[in-house]
């Protein structure tokens, strides 16, 4: 026996990325925008989508791919705010949604009558952000009863992202959060990131969130 | 479950690459960069894990730390046969 070293140096990420570049086909040819939301668990995406699917469900043909590791209360709890189709992804444990499902999420959705595509990643900072969905821009929720180094605890996220929403602004009183602080954070890891402010219960700054879903669809989408 | 999608994705890749006539892997290698946002150990533990069953036979994996975002399987180490053909 002789032992015989095999040189492959293949990237290990090569088949999602495959799989992205096929979905980001497939929405550019119906002129969908697709948006990732991602953020650790329990900053506010899906009351932030909820608040969303209300207002602008309608208006903007807004189709939703919810991930969550078990149970699809999220897809339940947002499907009561639109007529529109939300396409649950359980990923049985996974800690974060691959192009693959999201491949096969668009099967189930009219995408003849979507114009923008929300997918609301499991909740999680640090994996999601090394899986390419075929999404247009990476928005991440950055809320304020986390703590304002969280874009130095977890760079790659940030790095990766086009836009953070700090939400749950309504809190910043209650809580020993240094927006100033958290910002310069999120600017030290990512000089290019873009911010909006946001309570999705008083309601304060939501007009910006809708007027940047507003700018994001369409074929002179700025994302 | 990060490190286990991925160990399991490095598993059907080199299985690929040694096709169907698997000869006997003994150890495999993988680069996971320092910002790549995968945790060695828990990544290795997983590895030993998708390799200890078939096809493969107890082959090692053997990680790389180098700098940069990059996860690579880099090689394959493989045992041949030398018996002569008939």
């Known amino acids: 026996m002789t032992v015989r070293k095999i040189e492959v140096r293949e990237r290990v990420m090569a088949r999602n990325d495959e799989l992205a570049a096929q979905v980001r086909a497939r929405l550019a040819a119906h002129g969908i925008t697709a948006i990732n939301l991602m953020s650790s668990p329990g900053a506010g995406k899906t009351t932030l989508l909820e608040r969303t699917l209300a207002v602008l469900g309608e208006p903007l043909d807004i189709a939703v791919v919810a991930g969550d590791c078990q149970t699809q209360n999220d897809a339940d709890r947002l499907a009561a705010h639109t007529g529109r189709l939300v396409q649950a992804i359980v990923t049985g444990g996974a800690c974060h949604l691959d192009a693959l499902q999201v491949s096969d999420a668009l099967d189930h959705i009219d995408l003849e009558r979507t114009r923008l595509l929300i997918i609301e990643n499991v909740g999680n900072l640090v994996c999601p952000a090394s899986w390419d969905l075929g999404e247009r821009s990476r928005v991440v929720l950055f809320t304020v009863t986390e703590g304002d180094d969280k874009p130095l605890k977890y760079p790659k996220m940030f790095e990766k992202a086009d836009w953070v929403v700090l939400t749950k602004t309504d809190l910043l009183p209650y809580v020993p959060f240094d927006v100033d602080r958290a910002v310069r954070h999120c600017l030290q890891v990512n000089p290019a990131l873009r911010f909006i402010h946001v309570s999705a219960i008083t309601g304060d700054g939501m007009g910006e969130w809708f007027d940047f879903l507003r700018r994001s669809v369409g074929p002179t989408a700025s994302v | ?86």
Request: charged content about 20%; proline content about 8%; some cysteine.
């Open chain 2, 1 to 86: 479950m990060h490190e286990l999608s991925l160990a399991m994705e490095i598993g059907r890749l080199a299985e690929e690459r040694l096709g169907a006539s698997v000869p006997r892997c003994v150890a495999v290698g993988v680069d996971v960069g320092t910002a790549s946002g995968v945790e060695p150990s828990a990544l290795s533990f997983c590895l030993e894990a998708v390799l200890s069953h078939p096809p493969w036979t107890g082959a090692q994996p053997v990680l790389a730390h180098p700098v940069g975002d990059h996860l690579l399987l880099t090689w394959l180490e493989v045992e041949d046969d030398d018996r002569p053909e008939d």
